[in-house]
């Protein structure tokens, strides 16, 4: 059973920089994509950066030039390097992976329990 663990949230103030971490592990075949989502409260869930097995990237405007997303394919973990933060960027953040497990021959879709990130003073 796949499952995404997630590691590396907490409060940081303005201006510092966390590093978020999420294995992908379990039955499976192969990965297509992993990226990072993020929730607000009281807001949607938004897409935050995503990166294809390939290496293309797609990174939200709000945070492009600070934040980097990057995959190690032998490891199954995407990480979110995240810099110059604002209080803006606090949220829960949750990892995602398009994954296609050992169980089936389809590509499925598979979320991190969320971490919690807090920029403040």
């Known amino acids: 059973q796949v499952q995404l663990a997630e590691s590396g949230g907490g409060l940081v103030q303005p201006g510092g920089s966390l590093r978020l971490s999420c294995a992908a592990s379990?039955?499976?075949?192969?990965?297509?994509?992993m990226g990072w989502y993020r929730q607000a409260p009281g807001k949607g869930r938004a897409l935050v950066a995503r990166?294809?097995?390939?290496?293309?990237?797609s990174t939200a405007d709000s945070v492009k030039g600070r934040f980097t997303i990057s995959i190690d394919k032998a490891k199954n973990t995407v990480y979110l390097q995240m810099n110059s933060l604002k209080p803006e960027d606090t949220a829960v953040y949750y990892c995602?992976?398009?994954?296609?497990?050992?169980?089936?021959?389809?590509?499925?879709?598979?979320w991190g329990q969320g971490t919690q990130v807090t920029v403040s003073s």
């Open positions: 995602n992976a398009e994954i296609w497990p050992t169980a089936t021959p389809f590509l499925d879709n598979y």
């Open positions: 379990g039955g499976i075949r192969g990965i297509n994509a």
């Open positions: 990166i294809t097995s390939g290496g293309s990237t």
